[in-house]
């Protein structure tokens, strides 16, 4: 499968302007993310997998921006194991954010804001207060800050209108203690989003 075939045009051409092909892991799990179908992605570092996670929902977040529907509300929780992982995926989704929006203006259409917010242990309690406000688009956070969102009235509310949950390195968590208690807080997320 082909950006062009999958996305939108100014997505499309941000990742044909950014990479000279999709990685297979990309073009193979892009219609099944697509489709809604729960994706597992195995394959070596470097081959893609995030941004394969994370093209399909920018893509649905950029579409209903420029259908006027994007609401100030959280869609998509990206779950890290590593605090440090959760900046640079951060800054990772900044480069792919910027180059999309360049396409829409170089496409003379309007700009769509999709706001990115990592949450972990060490975030500012006025950066809570402003993500309380005005809800980001994306939430990078670890399973533990997770655990204590959804502990939260205010956290609740926020990821009740989560629509997609990547969770990264899954190996890392699974045959241990943290990978139980992240396996809980999605079931506890699940039942939020109902």
Known sequence: MT???LFHPAVAAWFDRSFPAPTTAQAEAWPSIQAGRHTLIA???????????????IDSLLRQGLDGRLADET????????KAL?????RNLEAPLAGIRGELEARGLPDVEIRTWVRTGDTPPGERDKARRRPPHIVVTTPES??????SQ?????????RTVIVDEIHALAPNKRG???ALSLERLARVTE
């Not at 394959?43 to 929902?57: D, E, M």
């Not at 869609?75 to 590593?82: A, D, E, G, K």
């Not at 997770?146 to 502990?151: A, D, E, H, R, T």
């Not at 205010?154 to 989560?162: D, H, K, N, V, W």
């Open 146 to 151: 997770l655990y204590i969102l959804l502990g």
């Open 75 to 82: 869609q998509v929780v990206y779950v890290s194991p590593l």
């Open 180 to 182: 139980a208690h992240l």
């Open 43 to 57: 394959a070596p570092t470097g081959s893609g997998k995030t941004l394969a996670a994370f093209l399909a929902a």
């Open 86 to 90: 959760s900046n640079d995926i951060q």
């Open 154 to 162: 205010s956290g609740r509310q926020m990821l009740a209108t989560t």
């Open 3 to 5: 950006p062009a075939s």
